[in-house]
C-alpha cells in the first residue's frame, strides 16, 4: 500500500524557519505531482506549493519568496523549505501526490498532516 509519511512540523517563532519533508514509499511506478496543502479550523484546505512531473512549481501568493518546494525522485521525497515564517502560516500541513501506480492508472494520496505553529 502506499504511505506519505511527513516530518518536520513543529512551534517556532516569527521569523523562524521549518523544513518539512514527505516520504511516498509502496509500489509507485512514478510520480505525477507532489506538493502542500494547509488548512486551519473553519477554513478551506488551501494549496501552499506543488512541484510536477516536469520539475515546474508553483506557489500560493502569501509564501512567495519565502518557501521553497524541492524533490527529490530518487527518495519519492519532497521538501518544503519554510522561512520567514508568519503567525498566519500556522496550520496543519498535509503532504499531497499524484502517483502512478500502474500502466494507465493514477491515484491522489495524502499525509496525515503535520502541526505547524509560529508565535508572534
Known amino acids: 500500500q502506499v504511505q506519505l509519511v511527513e516530518s518536520g512540523g513543529g512551534l517556532v517563532q516569527a521569523g523562524g524557519s521549518l523544513r518539512l519533508s514527505c516520504a511516498a514509499s509502496g509500489n509507485i511506478f512514478s510520480i505525477n505531482a507532489m506538493g502542500w496543502y494547509r488548512q486551519v479550523p473553519g477554513k478551506q484546505r488551501e494549496l501552499v506549493a506543488v512541484?510536477?512531473?516536469?520539475?515546474?512549481?508553483n506557489y500560493a501568493d502569501p509564501v512567495k519568496g519565502r518557501f521553497t518546494i524541492a524533490r527529490d525522485n530518487g527518495k519519492n521525497t519532497v521538501y518544503l523549505q519554510m522561512n520567514k515564517l508568519k503567525p498566519e502560516d500556522t496550520g496543519v500541513y498535509y503532504c499531497?501526490?499524484?502517483?502512478?501506480?500502474?500502466?494507465?492508472?493514477?491515484?491522489?494520496?495524502w499525509g496525515q498532516g503535520t502541526q505547524v505553529a509560529v508565535s508572534s
Open positions: 499531497n501526490a499524484d502517483l502512478r501506480i500502474g500502466l494507465g492508472f493514477s491515484n491522489v494520496y
Open positions: 512541484v510536477t512531473s516536469g520539475g515546474s512549481t
